[in-house]
């Protein structure tokens, strides 16, 4: 029935039904591939012609019950172990025999693995849009709240002051990196295994440059070996995905946290209420998006866990990777996109944030960098200004003491034994305990003071516009190939 693979019709014949065939098919499951199957085998059959494997007038008739096949949509496919099988068997149904032909010098081997590359480049282009537009969102916020004060942590404590434009930015930075990993994860992925058959190549005089070129694969995988069972490019997929959820519950973490102190209200839309308590405001779609880096790494660990220990060339196990990556995928992408909303459409509650940002002598450090400035060593300063708040501590009788120039002073006589005023002026330290004076001071290259911050919002737009150029230039890529493709269908079908 099938030309070209001989091993495959008598799989099909003998092994044709039996209670293990509902086990051993993935046709729902590859609905995710059912356009990158139909797209494959017309480069594939389009190339045979080329190259005179396949009759024009045969190649034609193919082609033509591919478009028949595209129409009546994945539902309507025969049944059969996999899409590619089905997809073969509804050709035959209208064709006839000669219709088997499309499975000239190729196996579903190098077919599936080269159907998974070309719809995982689209997937991971609509990966790295949505970081894109998580990280406008994120650098315009910033350039609106540049002198939004608010406090810092380490370990959930108060640490230093900082700004709502800082803490953006610091997600914008981790996500731009995202967006590298994807695209460094896509030209891995934007090569074609196609021709490489079973795994051992073809007799046939294949051009698997030129089906390369109407898939528009960057290149060719050259070992056929490894172009037909690897899936590294899988796993690097889903790892990129896994580190970017990974990222995103990060920044949903800290806006719950944020929402619970009262320091930003989110948008209606990003929000639920109780079903029971009319009064509550939940941050329910940060909560999906923070749980999102699990189902993440356990898409990571499925296919580490399907792929460790597997021998070359191909083996059935690979059916059960693939479904870790697509589950991944829409996973990631949703969640990204439900992050650059509640980001675009947070309200700052900057005097609540301004209250707060001072609190638990947060300042401190910046008065150790003061005295340090003026000759202290700063050991020295950093004893003396924990024993002052110390002292603070104990004197309010809670761990959230305001600073105090006089407990300063008096720490400064007892550690030091000279007064404040010996290294430094009260009004240069009562700057420094002032948390919008204190972030003021730190202009070092990344910090949080205004022209700091003014500079990474002009880097991260230009790194934006170089990733979005980037995604767009292999969306135009994929869309030129894609026309060409058509192009020479049609001059046979």
Known sequence: MTEGNSGDVVRRDRFSGGPAREFLSSLDADRHIFAADLAVDRAHVVMLAEQDIVDDEVAGDILAALDDIEAAGHGALPDGEDVHAAIETAVIER?????????????????????IRYRLREDLLDAAEATLALREALTEAAAAHD?????????????????????????????????????????????????????????????????????????????????????????????????????LSGLAEDLVVFANKGFVDLADDYASTSSIMPQKKNPDTLELV?????DAASGVNGLLTTLKGLPRAYNRDLQRATPHAWDTVDAVVDAADVAAGAVATADWNADALAAAAGEGFSTATGVADLLAMHGLPFRSAHEMVAAAAERMEAADGSADAGADYDALDAAAREVLGDPLSTYVDREAVEAALDPAESVASRDSLGGPAADAVAAQVSEAETALAVHAEAVETERDAVADADELLHAEVASYA
Do not use: I
């Open 147 to 247: 002198a939004t004060v608010m406090p810092g942590y380490t370990h959930l404590q108060p640490a230093q002051p900082t700004t709502v434009a800082h803490w953006l930015l610091s997600y914008e930075s981790a996500v731009a990196r995202d967006t590298e990993r994807l695209l460094d994860a896509y030209d891995r992925t934007n090569r074609s295994p196609l021709g490489a058959a079973a795994f051992a190549g073809t007799p046939f005089d294949v051009d698997r440059e030129r089906t390369a070129d109407l898939l528009g694969f960057e290149t060719v995988l050259g070992n056929s070996m490894d172009a037909s069972s690897a899936r590294d490019f899988l796993l690097e997929a889903t790892s990129a995905l896994a580190n970017h959820a990974t990222t």
């Open 95 to 115: 064709v006839g025999d000669e219709g088997g032909k499309m499975h000239t010098a190729r196996s579903r081997n190098d077919e599936v693995a080269t159907c």
């Open 290 to 294: 923070r749980a999102t880096a699990g």
